[in-house]
């Protein structure tokens, strides 16, 4: 068992960088943390993990931001429903960029779960571009500052400890989905109290 993990980890050392990218355009908080914890073990350089984590979110952004600014409501009641972005949110979030703009997208990606409503919402409402990247990358800073720092912290445990428990490893990644998981929550409550 641990010497496929050593395969693995061989693998991802020369090969990963490529994956890295991808994947946090597709689920960015979860790629981040397990790169962070891989960084951390030696297997990346911790501040390359950063660069990608905040570009990656950033394309996701400007994606959903490009599908609304394109197809409007058309996008949110057609493949945006799938995503959770509903008509009804939307509506609310375009009341917050009419006062505050730029603050709410630095707001939500820091601190809130209505991420994709909020940039498919920018879109709609066709925000200024310039400025929506502005404050997207500023909110990705924090965000996946965080998530990097949270990661690495995790990959060092696992490293110190691993030292006299074989099997820490488990528990580690265990403690790092729980942790992720609290903060999802943690999230989805804030976006509830956001839009009341």
């Known amino acids: ?57 950033m394309i996701g952004d400007m994606l959903l931001y490009g599908a609304g600014y394109k197809w409007g409501m058309g996008f949110v009641h057609g493949f945006g429903k799938y995503l959770g972005i509903t008509e009804n949110v939307v509506l609310k979030m375009e009341k917050y960029f009419e006062k505050h703009g730029g603050k709410t997208i630095f707001a939500v990606k820091s601190t809130t779960g209505l991420c994709w409503a909020t940039f498919a919402a920018a879109g709609v409402v066709k925000m ?48 790092a989905l729980v942790s992720f998981a609290v903060i999802t929550l943690y999230k989805r409550k804030k976006s509830k109290g956001f839009l009341e």
């Open 128 to 175: 200024n571009f310039k400025k929506f990247v502005k404050y997207s990358f500023y909110g990705g800073i924090v965000w996946s500052g965080f998530l990097v720092a949270m990661g690495y912290f995790y990959g060092y445990l696992w490293k110190e400890i691993k030292q006299y428990i074989s099997w820490v490893g488990w528990i580690v990644f265990v403690v």
């Open 1 to 57: 068992m641990e010497h496929t993990g050593q395969i693995v980890f061989i693998f991802l050392k020369h090969y990963g960088y490529w994956l890295m990218l991808p994947l946090m355009i597709i689920e960015g908080p979860i790629a981040t943390i397990f790169a962070a914890m891989l960084a951390s073990l030696g297997a990346f350089n911790v501040w390359i993990v950063l660069v990608f984590s905040i570009a990656g979110d």
